[in-house]
């Protein structure tokens, strides 16, 4: 496959003007490129797609000086505005983190290509053979906040799966995201494909964001990545269709059957592993029968890693003695009604202690999300009910809430976690990013 285009567009970050352009032009202009590149590219073998996956993957890895060097500015400017370290945290980008991210690139490249998939067929009885097939979406539009590597991520899916995307990334990894995307885009056309697979409309700023809202026929999909704030301004003003991710209150209940020894580790992970997720833990549940014995341990844990526990009346009678004992009144406070309704994104559990099972069950329904919950229990029975009773994309056995992650579960990467109920939910990989047609065939059928 050859390019029509022999240099990337002004539509590059890198090749953007000093002074903010015109957001609705930007986007038209960057949309119509977009489609024309999807369109060229759509008939692109296996093997073409994970070539460039490949040279997106080394491009990232040649240039992660430059993107680093980027990623320092953005970071000395986010704690220059007193940016959360949770929050900073996501927006970091070390050697480690772009070696990941590179090596997540090239287990995309090793999943099957989900285009023209069957989904299903069947023969009917007057003889036409029916199927219907994977298709692209099309072009993509993703509006996320400061996860530069979001970028990546969304960018390989749509490679994989023929789509172009159209990205607006926050301001906070403006310089981040810029050489990102500038490294793929030279990817790109050092494999003879269409740059304009993956570019950007963040020189726009936030009129850009509603630019893209508002870019129905040129966007095919739109999908909102970040807090709640973002996710639903986008669902309540796109006139594009959205895919729905959502915010991550997330629940572990722990019954009076677990093995509270590995739910003392389970708690720890996923509250303290990366706190600024959408998959971290921000609520325990604690069977009553247990929390003398549980409570204590688990505190100390987390105390350890500098966790401020919200807790209820009966949670602080459990766990004011040790507080005292270990030095840590100041990181164990009273919960209020806002506590089982935040999505912290820092060091911050609110912990309450439930009459059994169906007390944990109802306080979920009632503040959950619909991101992602956990219950940790030996019982089965236990385990069967807590799975019939909630109603969220990923429920975890025994096991912490941070695996519910396209990496982690065998996508490679993902293009966010939806909450919703329609097309995709919880995380969404390279199946998501496709549509169906249906094909037809006959000989000579005509339908009386």
Known sequence: MTTTRSA?????????????????????E??????????EFAGATRAVKDAALLSMASALRARSGSIRAANEDDLAAAREAGMKEG??????????????????????AALP????????????????????????????????????NVTVDVAALAVKSGNA??????????????????????????????????TTIDP?????????????????????????????????????????????????????????????GIIVNAKTQRVGVCNAAETLLVHQDVA??????????????GTILHADDASRAVLADPAVEAGMERLLVAAVEEDWETEYGSLDLAVRVVDGLEAAISHIRRYTTGHTEAVLAQDVAVVNRFIAGMDSAAVMVNASTRFTDGGQLGLGAELGISTQKLHARGPMGLADLTTTTWVVEGDGHVRP
Request: proline residues 6%.
């Open 8 to 28: 990337p567009p002004s539509t590059s970050a890198a090749h953007a003007p000093s002074a903010q352009p015109d957001a609705h032009a930007l986007v038209r």
């Open 30 to 39: 960057t949309g119509l490129a977009a489609r024309a590149a999807q369109r």
């Open 87 to 108: 929050l900073v945290d996501r927006l970091a980008l070390d050697q480690a983190r772009i070696e990941r991210i590179a090596a997540s690139v090239e287990e995309i």
């Open 113 to 148: 290509d989900p285009v023209g998939q069957v989904v299903d067929g069947s023969v009917m009885p007057n003889g036409l053979r029916v199927r219907r097939l994977r298709v692209p979406m099309g072009v993509v539009g993703m509006i996320y906040e400061a996860r530069p």
């Open 165 to 198: 995307v159209v990205l607006r990334g926050g301001s906070a990894a403006g310089r981040s995201n810029a050489a990102i995307v500038a490294a793929l885009r030279a990817s790109l056309a050092s494999q003879g494909l269409p740059a304009d697979l993956v």
């Open 204 to 264: 726009a700023g936030r009129e850009g964001a509603q630019a893209l809202m508002r870019a129905r026929g040129l966007i095919d999909v739109l999908v909102p990545r970040g807090g709640a704030g973002l996710i639903r301004a986008v669902v309540e003003n796109s006139s594009v269709p959205v895919i729905e991710t959502g915010s991550g209150n997330c629940h572990v209940y722990v019954d009076a059957s677990a093995d509270l020894a590995a739910a003392v």
């Open 292 to 305: 003398r014995e549980y409570l204590p341990a688990a505190a100390r844990a987390l105390w350890e890693r």
